[in-house]
């Protein structure tokens, strides 16, 4: 079977190498706490965009720190009684995408949530009211502040877990079918919604993102998605003194310690070519799930399009 990682029996038993925070659970349970407190002040839009059948919005809500978060909402017309929804979370630097991509969920009977991650491509305002991209560095971003709780992914992995809890309390929405689901960062924004909003019922998580950040440095795949931890010890650890330091705080937004959080039914896809986000990575997070959950292995595939994986993650979601 080809792998450019450790082999697929041995991916199976591995526990990862990032350090964890001592105080990690704590870390999300005070983080946990100041979202709670947020007033989301929703709103929704009616879209330029429009289709048969569906209404369209633009959703916005108040985040952490007081971003203003975007997301395409698509629902059915005319509904009666509650329906299931979708969370959609999308790859690193992009944004929610087109509307029509969506249509088809609503079109089966779903509402549909698809976020645009603060600071990255879609409508999203970054912290100071920056609206669009402010890509470079989201992962190293707040590791120079002695205070954990300013790194931005903390912030991002609240907001799908903001998202999650308004969308449960939609009348038309049926709380016990909430769903989430994306790749790369997609992936790892699903993994942390279900970790930080235990009542999301079903997940798929496609090669997800930000999972043992030792491993891929370890690798030498410190390129590409991962380019800014280069970045990072050239321009602030040029002789690597803080090595263990930087890579412990990265642990409170590493997704293998959020992991065994959640509840929900979740299946992680994982291409075993892939070297954007090498299969161990995934695998660091995926062994420390104690849910009900399902391992789908693409053997000669890497970080790209997979097919069949949209129609089972549709059967997986409505049909199961």
Known sequence: MPCLDMPLSELKKYQGMNPKPADHDEYWEKALKEMNVVNPETEFIPADFKAAGVE?????????????????????????????????????????????????????????????????????????????????????????????????????????????????????????????????????????????????????????????????????????????????????DPRHEREEEIFTKLGYIDLQFLAPRIKADLIMVTGLRDNICPPSTQFAAYNKMTCNKKSVIYPDFGHEGLPQCDDMTYDFFMNN
């Open 56 to 236: 369209c919005y633009d959703m916005y809500f108040t985040g952490v720190n007081g971003a203003r978060i975007h997301c395409k909402h698509i629902r059915p017309a005319n509904i009666e009684g509650k329906i299931p929804a979708v969370l959609q979370f999308h790859g690193y630097s992009g944004s929610c995408g087109d509307w029509l991509q969506k249509v088809s969920w609503a079109a089966t009977g779903c509402a549909i949530f698809a976020l645009d991650v603060r600071g990255q491509a879609g409508k999203s305002e970054d912290v100071g009211g920056v609206i669009g991209n402010t890509l470079n560095g989201h992962i190293i971003r707040g590791l120079e502040n002695d205070d954990p709780h300013k790194l931005l992914f903390r912030d991002i992995f609240l907001d799908t877990a903001e998202l999650a809890k308004i969308v449960m309390g939609l009348d038309f929405v049926d709380e016990k079918k909430v769903f989430a689901f994306g790749g790369s960062q997609g992936g790892a924004l699903t993994i942390a919604c279900a970790s930080l909003e235990p009542r999301i019922s079903k997940a798929v998580a496609v090669f997800p993102f930000l999972c043992d950040y030792k491993r891929v440095w370890d690798m030498d795949l410190d390129k590409d998605a991962y380019a800014e931890l280069k970045k990072y010890f050239r321009d602030f």
